[in-house]
């Protein structure tokens, strides 16, 4: 790939990692219902959301990285459904938010979390939709440019 291409393709990787990171900390999608906070803004997910450009034949394609319960968030929780988050899975967040880590505590949030079930809130779905505004806008435009000046080059 060129490098002109290449550049192009890495502005492009670092404003979906702007995208994705703004997104969480929207408050219109990162709010969790029941504390009328936002949760995500901040947050380990946050922090750990990382975007690769991997060449792939002739095409590339930029990739954005998740923790794996970005699932759970996508999708919310039905109230008693499916089995209560086990404990260890509670235990860094809880930490993080100067709550105490003895089982007792930990269960009783689990035993809330399936209790009372969780709103999902649209994170990959807004990303894709702005990521679909950012191709229309901007991104097209410019990688066209940048293949018509490496094309220019070429034929001079």
């Known amino acids: 790939m060129d490098t002109a291409i290449t550049k192009a393709m890495e502005a492009i990787a670092a404003d979906v990692l702007k995208l994705s990171q703004t997104i969480l900390s929207d408050r219109n999608i990162g709010t969790n219902t029941k504390t009328g906070k936002n949760t995500l803004k901040?947050?380990?997910?946050?922090?750990?959301?990382?975007?690769?450009?991997?060449?792939?034949?002739?095409?590339?394609?930029?990739?954005?990285?998740?923790?794996?319960?970005?699932?759970y968030i996508e999708q919310g929780r039905k109230p008693r459904t499916g089995k209560q988050p086990p404990i260890d899975a509670l235990r860094d967040w809880a930490l993080s938010r100067g709550i105490p880590t003895d089982n007792s505590t930990l269960f009783l949030i689990g035993r809330a979390i399936w209790r009372d079930g969780y709103e999902g809130r649209p994170v990959l779905a807004t990303l894709e939709e702005e990521i679909e505004k950012q191709w229309d806008d901007k991104w097209a435009d410019m990688l066209f440019d940048t293949i018509i000046d490496e094309l220019n080059k070429y034929f001079e």
Do not use: H, P, Q, W
């Open 42 to 71: 901040n947050s380990a997910l946050e922090d750990s959301v990382r975007v690769e450009i991997r060449k792939m034949g002739e095409s590339v394609v930029i990739e954005t990285l998740f923790d794996n319960y970005i699932s």
